[in-house]
């Protein structure tokens, strides 16, 4: 793990936040490490910290000027984002996060991302307002869906005097972790057809009314994009949700707990997992009406039956892979979960309390915890999506490299 970044090409770009200068730490550890770091620095980063210090710190000129050409005579930020091994954005404010969303490129910094081949990583800063205003949320979202990679800011206190405020830049240490971590899971799962289900389904009562329920997708999602981005060939099977599907995974669009289960099935031949985080409706209307029914029409109640339960019935089949399920439960959370485990014959079970407000369905967190045949995986967590994504997928590549079902 220490070696895994000597050699790594990285362009470290510098934004003008006051955690410009903690940047030049962080330069200095990844060129200790062995990295070839080479930075971009935004005009306002220049006002925080010079360009020199980068320089001296790793030894490699530093780029500030768009129109500034390599000792080749190459246009360097077109050969920089060629290649990049990754491309770190550290501190990432708001305004770079707005132009990266936007494929604004007027500086050289918003433009070699724009004509960035390999990974990014983004490590946003800022005052916690500007972090919680929608605009960089749906900046963040938009980025998140292009396959671009954020490390989420520190809860504390801020430059601008706030105390125990989301917007802080993390330690050195922690960016450097996650860096060594994105190296060393970028093809853990090379080869690897993952099926991940998501979203809700919407069963249909007439041509306009349905039965549903409120899973917005996030967490399928966030597994599919964690997936691909550790080498899976990804398959994402999806109820309608307002999310756009990362980079360069294969989406199947869906409605019907049916067709979910239609879907998972065919493609269920040569996959190495299936990871079904869908809410999928227990009920369907017995009986769909085509058009619209008449209020005055509509009966006193509504006949429904039982949709297949697809995780089970996979479980059973000559197919199947590795098959991980998620249990929503609001009490008895990992009794529940453990029995949903062994009743439907699962490989691992992500345990998730969807009895408070602040996480499952919708929101941007889970409280969950990982449950296989060796018990608990730890603690129930308070997880963001994204990290519980990550804990799930290092768990099948573990399994998938144990051979779990030989
Ligand atoms: O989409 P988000 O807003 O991000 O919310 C995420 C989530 C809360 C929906 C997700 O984290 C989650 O918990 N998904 C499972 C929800 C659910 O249906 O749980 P369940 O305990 O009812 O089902 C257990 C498992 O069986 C699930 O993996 C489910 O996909 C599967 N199932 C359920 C019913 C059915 N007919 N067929 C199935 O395969």
């Known amino acids: 793990m220490e070696t895994i970044l000597k050699d790594k090409r990285i362009v470290l770009g510098v934004t003008g936040g006051i955690a410009a200068y ?10 200790q490490a062995g990295a070839v770091v080479k930075t971009i620095m935004s005009k306002n980063a220049t006002h925080f910290v ?6 001296a710190l790793t030894g490699q000129p530093v780029v500030t ?40 490129a007027d500086d ?23 972090w919680d205003n929608p605009a960089t949320q749906a900046n963040l979202q938009t980025l998140q869906e292009r396959g671009v990679n954020i490390l989420a800011p520190e809860v504390g206190r801020l430059a601008c005097g706030s105390e125990q405020a989301v917007g802080r830049f993390p330690k050195t240490e922690t960016i450097l972790e ?52 550790c080498g899976a060939e990804v398959i994402l099977i999806s109820g309608p949700t307002n999310l756009r599907a990362p980079a360069g995974v294969r989406l199947i669009e869906v409605e019907t707990a049916l067709e979910m289960r239609q879907a998972v099935i065919d493609n269920l031949p040569g996959s190495a997992a299936l990871i079904m985080a869908a809410a999928v409706a227990d009920f369907r209307a017995a009986s769909k009406t085509n058009g619209k029914i008449k209020k005055e029409r509509m009966g006193d109640s509504i006949t429904l039956e039982l949709n297949p339960d697809i995780l089970q019935e996979v479980a059973g089949h000559k197919d199947r892979g590795v098959i991980i399920g998620f249990a929503a439960e609001s009490e008895n959370i990992i009794t529940h979960a453990t029995s949903k485990l062994e009743r439907k014959r699962l490989d691992l079970v992500v345990a998730n309390d969807i009895g408070r407000s602040d996480a499952g369905f919708g ?3 889970n409280l969950a915890v990982l449950i296989d045949h060796d018990g608990p995986q730890g603690e129930l967590t ?6 519980l994504a990550s804990e799930i997928i290092d768990w099948l590549a573990r399994a998938l490299g144990s051979d779990l079902h030989s």
Do not use: C
């Not at 903690?22 to 060129?31: G, P, R, V």
């Not at 490590?123 to 500007?130: R, S």
């Open 50 to 55: 010079g360009p020199l210090t980068f320089k």
């Open 108 to 130: 050289a910094l918003s433009t070699t991302l724009l004509a960035a081949q390999g990974p990014i990583v983004m490590v946003p800063a800022m005052n916690n307002h500007m």
């Open 363 to 365: 929101s941007d967190f």
């Open 178 to 229: 996650y860096l060594k971590d994105f190296f060393a899971t970028a093809d853990i799962l090379a080869g690897k057809t993952i099926i991940v289900t998501a979203g809700g389904t919407h069963e249909p009562i007439d041509a306009v009314r349905f039965i549903g329920n409120r899973s917005s997708g996030k967490m399928g999602y966030a597994i599919a994009g964690r997936a691909k981005a």
């Open 22 to 31: 903690k940047a030049a730490d962080l330069a200095s550890k990844l060129t």
């Open 382 to 387: 308070m997880y963001r999506k994204s990290d």
């Open 65 to 104: 000027d768009l129109f500034a050409s390599g000792s080749d005579g190459s246009i360097q930020h077109v050969s920089l984002a060629e290649e990049a091994d990754l491309v770190v954005v550290a501190p990432a404010t708001a305004n770079i996060l707005a132009k990266a969303a936007h494929g604004i």
